[in-house]
């Protein structure tokens, strides 16, 4: 296939393009390549590639920056996803879309499906979500996929900003009241690879197996990457006073998944000790 990826040079984008570049035709375009906010813009660029499918990775992620950039963070979260969809459906080209699992309140208390009514509690889920409705009202020739608490070889993210606190500080805080999987995007790349490669449409949900608190997961960073002598302190999110809210459970069930590819992604754990192992970092 002719696969072209939007947003190619962000820490998702950019596993994709290395995933699926050993099998397919792929053509990269970021922000400084395509304003995905300007439909005709969009028009142009997926005109001009033809391609068989279209990923979509550009987003804005800066959750406490949502809160004060609506406008904008709306613009890159739904509005471009309503271009993609205009620019795409002459060709009745299939679309592969990424939303979050800030889309849900948190309050489910058990793991979330993908039929679970959205919630979102802060503007960027709220974006995200209009983003989904956008793609969903539009087409019925995408696939959704919802991951969470991703982290990779490219870009700035949880383990980095981590690993850099320890190494300027002796004690590290770290909340201890939100649950969630993290999500290596190495391994969000190959599940996306066998989405598509299968021809699969719909939602699906997508994370490393097994979950554990922003604590737990700081813990076991500072372990598996030999810096066991920083202490991490457990506080609550209400010591941390930040613009946005967020869910307090937000693990997905990942079986719809399971039952469409016959596989399952890696524990959180050992996926972060192969990152954490390797140059990614």
Known sequence: MKILILGHKGMLGADLRTRLSAGHEVVGKDID??????????????????????????????????????????AVNALAVEHIVSACRPRNIPIVHFSTDYVFDGSKGSPYVEEDVPGPLNVYGQSKLEGEKLLQSSSDNYLLIRSQWLYGAHGKN????????????????????????????????????????????GVFHVTNRGSCSWFEFTKKIFEFAGMSSVQVHPIKS?????????????????????AATGKTLRFWQVALSDYLSGTGY
Do not use: H, M
């Open 33 to 74: 390549e395509i304003d995905v906010t300007d439909a005709a813009a969009c028009r142009e660029t997926i005109g001009e590639v033809g391609p068989d499918i279209v990923i979509n990775t550009a987003a804005f992620t800066d959750v406490d920056g949502c809160e004060s950039s609506r406008d904008r963070c709306f």
């Open 158 to 201: 949880f383990v980095r900003t981590i690993l850099e606190k320890g190494r300027s500080l002796d004690v590290v805080e770290v909340v201890d009241d939100q649950i969630g999987s993290p999500t290596y995007t190495a391994d969000l790349a190959q599940a996306v690879q066998r989405l598509v490669e299968t021809g699969q449409r």
């Open 238 to 258: 209400s010591q941390l006073s930040r613009p946005a809210r967020r869910p307090v459970y937000s693990v997905f069930s990942c079986r719809k998944f399971f």
